[in-house]
């Protein structure tokens, strides 16, 4: 304890923001959203466009193989017309080679199929972090939508989604403010003395009374 009368004054960093927390103003926190976002659309979009190249590609090389495929055949089996046990070979490799295909069509279909799984649960992913996000905001009174948009980068977790919601400003709830027309609801213009009994009951503060006085033409 000090003897020279002065008293320790507590540290006002300390009392007034926790050590180490992130602040960011809205206007951070908005461009960082949209930058994300904006990466993220350009990357799916461009990953999409060279899918689909690749796809049509593929299935161009696929037709002039089969078509190939057909004309060597055809081929052989004009060059075994008189040879039976030939003919009933290159039938069977045919065969082979028609169910290999279907084999490898099927196996297509089913990476497309988990593709689509996959963006399903991806997408009911999303709506869950943002249920999540909605009842973190409503808990800890802040934008909802801001959060929503955040959530998305966290792995749905609430823990996640209530750790950026913390770095989040408060939302502020203004009371709805009602202009006063210095009148009563009956349609009758207040006197001096229910101004008066309104400003001393609190119904209204000094510039209120002051201007209801100035409205009938009296003095505050």
Request: no cysteine; glycine share 4%; proline share 3%.
């Given at each position: ?39 993220v659309l350009a990357d ?177």
């Amino acid at each position: 304890m000090p003897t020279d009368g002065t008293t320790t004054q507590p540290d006002a960093t300390l009392t007034t923001e926790k050590a180490g927390t992130p602040q960011f103003t809205q206007e951070q926190l908005d461009k960082a959203v949209r930058d994300a976002r904006t990466a993220v659309l350009a990357d799916a979009g461009r990953m999409r466009t060279e899918a689909e190249k690749a796809l049509k590609a593929a299935q161009g090389a696929q037709e002039r193989l089969t078509k190939l495929e057909k004309e060597r055949i055809d081929m052989e089996l004009e060059r075994a017309k008189d040879q039976p046990a030939e003919i009933r070979r290159i039938r069977a490799e045919q065969k082979a080679k028609e169910l290999e295909s279907k084999l490898e069509q099927a196996e297509t279909e089913l990476t497309e199929h988990k593709s689509k799984l996959t963006e399903y649960t991806q997408k009911e992913a999303e709506s869950k972090k943002q249920t999540v996000a909605q009842e973190v905001a409503t808990r800890l009174n802040v934008d909802s939508a801001t959060l929503g948009r955040l959530a998305r980068f966290t792995d749905g977790s609430a823990e996640a989604i209530e750790d950026i919601a913390k770095t989040l400003p408060k939302k502020t709830n203004t009371p709805e403010m009602k202009v006063d027309s210095g009148k009563t609801s009956g349609g009758t213009t207040q006197n001096k003395y229910q101004i008066m009994q309104d400003f001393n009951s609190g119904k209204i503060n000094a510039e209120q009374y002051a201007e209801k006085l100035k409205a009938i033409g009296e003095k505050p």
